[in-house]
């Protein structure tokens, strides 16, 4: 019997999870090397490690296919409305912090807040012969945050590229986006509104509440929990 703690199979994530586990004496171990995705912890032989991209973690998480694991809050969010539900947030990482924003040009010097632009979204059909178009790949998270805003009358067109230059491209006329520093939607013409902040993202480790959770596996969940407290 063992448990499964999933990690980012790649990049800057991957690094700071391996080293997150190391500074509390568990150090992940992937014999395979960057192909393989299959790992271990050294020492402990009842949690078998899968490297993951980071929304597929979200995903295994919320399903309950893998039992803990790292991932950005805004995944957990965007994947599933039903997602935060699904997951304990057991903790923050301190790593990976980002910002899911609502980003307009420059030249809308009149909207500056949310409520500005459910005006302008009501308006917009009148005045330009169709929808405000917004590009993101957070739809999930788009729709609901619009949604508490009053912002019905809006088309999304989803981002698989560089979403901070929909708009100048003619693709969109605003964004939602993930920013660290906002310098890249600045680069591009768009500033972040003054209540433009949808969700505030760092990575998490989180435990599935969709596994199975025996009494024998939850005794294992809280030894390995201990182990990582600071």
Known sequence: MTLTLAVPSKGRLEEQTRDWFAQRGLTISRPGGARSYLGSIDGVPDITVRFYPAAEIARELIRGNIDLGVTGRDLIHETSEAGPASVDFVRNLAFGQADVVVAVPDAWIDVTHMHDLADVASDFRSLHGRWLRVATKYITITRQHFARAGIAEYRIVESLGATEAAPASGIADIVVDITSTGST??????????????????????????????????????SLLARLHD
């Not at 902040?197 to 939850?218: C, F, H, I, T, Y």
């Open 185 to 222: 939607l600045a680069a591009n013409g768009l500033r972040v509104l003054d209540d433009g902040v949808m969700l505030k993202s760092e990575a998490n480790l989180l435990v599935s509440k969709s596994a199975d959770w025996s009494a024998s596996r939850q005794a294992m969940l809280d």
